[in-house]
Each structure stands twice: as structure tokens, then as C-alpha cells.
């Protein structure tokens, strides 16, 4: 056995390393197809999927395959994710909310009626992905954006997000997380926010963008959620079914990155972190043509304007309500 | 400027490595093949003991995505291994390997599965408990499935045949 290890990283290496590493950034993200192949054997299905949506296949008669080394799997993967995030930016520009509508041109008219509707009140909206993190994401970026545009005008909403997200890491610990798991992300979610102090919006749009510290934030914030559910099952195991634990739950549908979010996940979010969000439901449901707006409170008194999501099934973004809707509360 | 900014992968990969070798759980070592890539390490895995690969040592890869620990490593032994969860090629195939919704071998839902929590050191200590405890409701060696489920004589002895072969006997 050549088994040599190299020697022990000390602090100051690693920093070191860390600051002077060229890796590429990796468009990572979490597609969950791609997961999936990604973590699937060798050799088997994963081979093939990878060749055919490159455009490479290799696979000769029936029944071969091409051989290819993990390596060289897993480079295909982040180039099938690359492709990706040059179709769609993790969060995108803001537009006006009336270009949702031409989305609709040729289709449902309850949802061009239920947009028109919505314009009466909300102007713009901003596009998450969906890649099963648009939630989290949609709501990170929609606090930090409320923050860093309030620095100069109330400047206490920065030192309360600060301190928040400082009070977090002590909700993991409790919630029984290795600080190993989550100090990566707590501490890139930390240092983005402090850096609102001096940014631009295009600045702050530049960091969602990066994939590096956008899916450390989802990551933050999904552990948030989860250590708030953990710390408080009494409250939320009896809505869980087929009697799964709130430890199973959390495994399967919040720590995991591309685990679509649910109801719980608002609920816990909203709670652990004190701020509140409107959910504008954009649904085809032709019953009614005003959208209907769900509210998400924390349990401590309400400092600032609900953060408004548009839902439409399986997938949140952003909406901005008209500033004149905002007069005397921000 | 971010102080964290750069690959998060490297630096997880970094501490992890620290961790295991500062307090490296019992019958596991591990750590990257060379210094210049952290995103292929090589582990050592002894036989747990009252368990036909006792006294075995085996060899294993794990190798890092780009975008560790959001996705998780492929871990192949480089020696040969009979056993009901890896593949003939060495891959290890157990649900802390797996996303949750990548159900390659139907998992219970209730079975460990890979997120950013987990850790090498996790995923060594879970190989460990597969060697002790096969589990035959995922079959990655079909053959080693039928051995280990009909004659459990036969299956020891093919295992510590293999074991002698890693030891180089």
C-alpha cells in the first residue's frame, strides 16, 4: 500500500490555500436529475445520460457502454450544469410584473385576469430558478435586497439582520449540528450581509449569481429551517405523515440541496428568522380573479413589511409591491 | 471582499481531512491522495471484527464533486470485494451516497442520505456498519446477494478467500 497522506493543513495553510486556489467556479447547483446521475454507480445509467445530453455518445453496438472514470462523470456533470445556469441565472434581473403576463398570451386567461390584477398593487418581479431552491433563495435575496436598500435610510434593519443571523448559528448548535456541517455557509451568509454596507445592486445581484456563495446561503438557510423544526417538534411532528420522525423529514426534504419546499419550510423560515412573508398564490384556479395572498408570521412583533413571494405551483419568485402600497411602514 | 470567498469544496475538504486525522474513528484511515488535489482521496478500511472481512485491509477511492459537500463522493474499493452492496467494479452503493429523490435501489425513506451534515467521517463509519450488515433489499453484486442470503457458510468463505488476496497471502 502506497498510502502517503499529506501532512496535517494548520490554520494558516488553509487560509492560505483557500485565498490562493484557482479552482473554476463551478455553476453548481442543485438539478436534481443531475444530482441523481451524479451520485448513481459507474458504469450504469448515469454513463449513458451524460454522453447523450452532451452530444458525445460514444455508446458503440447495444448493451455497451462507454467507459468513462469518475473523473471524467463527474466534469460532464458540471458542464450539463454549466449549460444550465447560461440559460438561467440563479436569481435574475428584476422586470416588470406585466412581462409574466405575455407568458400567458396564448394560454390561461384566469391567469393574464389574475395578473392584471396583481399589477393594481405590485410593479415588478424579480425570477429564481427552480432547481428546488427557489424559495430559499427568493427569500434571502429579498431580505438582503430590503436591507441593503434601507442602509442609509434605516440603517437599524442591517444591525437586526446581522444580529439574526448571528443568533442562528446558536439555533444549529441546539438543533445538535457539527459545526464542521454548517460553518461554511453561516459564515459566507454573514459576510454577504455584511457587505451590504457597500453594495450596489448590481453587486448584490453579482453574489446571488455566484454559486458559490448563493448556494451557501440556500444551504444556511435550509439548516435554519431545519434546526428551527428540530428544536420545535412538539409543535410540527403531528403534521408529518406516514409517521416519519421531524429527524427523517428534515434528512429527506429540508437539508438536502433541490428539495422543493413546503408550507412547513415557510412556517420555520419565517420564524426563525422574524421576518414576515406574503405569498401571492398565482394559481389557474378560475373560481376567483383577485390572487390570494397567505401571510407568514413570526411570533415576535412584525419590524418591517412582509417580504411578497409570487407562488405558482411548484415554484416561487419574487414580487415588489408598488412603493405608495409601502408609504408610512418602511 | 469576501475572506471565505473561493471554493467552499476545498476548504470543507480541508477541515474534514484535519478532523479524521486529528480524531480518526477507529478502523478508518483517510485523506487525499496528493497535496496538489484534495478532490480525490484514497481511504483504508479495516474488516470489522466477528465478521468474515476481519483482518482484512481494504483500499478505497472517494472522489470529491466540484460542488462538495452540496453533492456527495463516488467511493470505489480498488480491491476486490464480494459483498451483497458494491458493484464488481468496487463502487459502494449505500443510501448515505445518495441524494434524497435519487432512488437508484429504492431506499426505505427512513434510511440515512447524503446532504451537506453528513461528512467523510459519516460516510466511512456507515461503510463500516454495511461491512458488518449487508443489506440485501439493495443488491449492487446480485451474486453476492444470493450467496449471502442462501448459504451463509459459502458466503464467509468467499469473503475471507478475497480478504487473503488483499493482504497479498
Redesign the interface.
Known amino acids: ?1 502506497n ?1 502517503t ?6 490554520d494558516a495553510p ?1 487560509l492560505a ?3 490562493t ?1 484557482t ?1 473554476t467556479s ?1 455553476h ?1 447547483h ?1 438539478d ?1 436529475t443531475v ?2 446521475a ?8 448515469p454513463t449513458i445520460v451524460a454522453a447523450e445530453t452532451m452530444g458525445t455518445a460514444t455508446t458503440g453496438a447495444q448493451g455497451q457502454e462507454p467507459q468513462l472514470t ?2 471524467q462523470i ?1 466534469t460532464q ?2 458542464a450539463i450544469k454549466d449549460e444550465e445556469a447560461n440559460l438561467h441565472p440563479l436569481v435574475d434581473r428584476s422586470v416588470d410584473l406585466l412581462e409574466l403576463a405575455q407568458e400567458y398570451e396564448n394560454g390561461s386567461e384566469t391567469f393574464k385576469t389574475k395578473i392584471q390584477n396583481l399589477s393594481d398593487t405590485h410593479d415588478r418581479m424579480r425570477r429564481s430558478r427552480g432547481d428546488g431552491n427557489c424559495f430559499y433563495r427568493a427569500f434571502a435575496f429579498a431580505w438582503f435586497e430590503r436591507v441593503m436598500l434601507a442602509i442609509k435610510s434605516k440603517p437599524e434593519l442591517h444591525a437586526t439582520a446581522v444580529r439574526t443571523i448571528e443568533e442562528t448559528k446558536d439555533l444549529l448548535l441546539a438543533a445538535q ?2 459545526l ?3 460553518e ?2 453561516y ?2 451568509t454573514l ?2 450581509l455584511q ?1 451590504l454596507v457597500h453594495y450596489t445592486s448590481d453587486e448584490l445581484l453579482t453574489a446571488f449569481q455566484n ?3 448563493s ?2 446561503i440556500v ?1 444556511h438557510f435550509r ?1 435554519v429551517a431545519s434546526a428551527f423544526l428540530k428544536t420545535h417538534q412538539d409543535e410540527y411532528a403531528p403534521f408529518l405523515e ?1 409517521g ?1 420522525t421531524m429527524d ?1 423529514f428534515c ?3 429540508v ?5 422543493e419546499s413546503e408550507e412547513m419550510m415557510l412556517i420555520a423560515l419565517t420564524k426563525a428568522t422574524h421576518i414576515s412573508i406574503e405569498v401571492a398564490y398565482l394559481s389557474g384556479n378560475q373560481s376567483a380573479v383577485e390572487v390570494n395572498f397567505l401571510p407568514f408570521l413570526p411570533d415576535t412583533a412584525v419590524y418591517m413589511p412582509p417580504l411578497v413571494l409570487l407562488y405558482r405551483p411548484g415554484h416561487y419568485d419574487i414580487l415588489y409591491r408598488k412603493s405608495h402600497c409601502l408609504e408610512g411602514v418602511i | 471582499m469576501h475572506k471565505t470567498m473561493g471554493p467552499t469544496a476545498l476548504r470543507r475538504l480541508m477541515t474534514e481531512y484535519r478532523e479524521l486525522t486529528l480524531h480518526a474513528p477507529e478502523g478508518i484511515t483517510a485523506g487525499p491522495t496528493t497535496e496538489e488535489n484534495f478532490f480525490e482521496w484514497e481511504a483504508l478500511i479495516e474488516g470489522p471484527q466477528d465478521t468474515p472481512y476481519e483482518g482484512g485491509i481494504f483500499p478505497a477511492t472517494l472522489t470529491f464533486p466540484k460542488d462538495y459537500p452540496l453533492s456527495p463522493p463516488v467511493m470505489k474499493f480498488t480491491c476486490e470485494m464480494f459483498h451483497p452492496n458494491i458493484y464488481q467494479d468496487g463502487t459502494v452503493c449505500i443510501s448515505i451516497l445518495h441524494a434524497p429523490g435519487d432512488d437508484p435501489n429504492m431506499y426505505e425513506s427512513s434510511s440515512e442520505r447524503w446532504s451537506p451534515v453528513q461528512s467523510v467521517e459519516k460516510i466511512l463509519l456507515s461503510v463500516l456498519s454495511m461491512l458488518a450488515e449487508p443489506n440485501d433489499e439493495s443488491g449492487a453484486n446480485i451474486e453476492a446477494c444470493k450467496v449471502w442470503r442462501s448459504d451463509r457458510k459459502d458466503f464467509d468463505q468467499i469473503v475471507r478467500s478475497t480478504v487473503r488476496k488483499t493482504l497479498g497471502l
Do not use: C, K, Y
Open positions: 500500500m498510502f497522506p499529506p501532512p496535517i493543513p494548520t488553509i490555500a483557500t485565498t486556489a479552482t463551478s453548481a442543485a436534481p444530482a441523481a451524479v451520485a448513481q454507480p459507474v458504469g450504469a445509467v469518475d473523473e463527474l456533470m458540471q449540528f457539527e464542521l456541517a454548517f461554511d455557509f459564515q459566507v459576510e454577504t457587505n454559486d458559490e456563495i448556494n451557501s444551504m439548516l406516514f416519519q427523517e434528512s429527506m426534504h437539508e438536502a440541496m433541490g428539495r
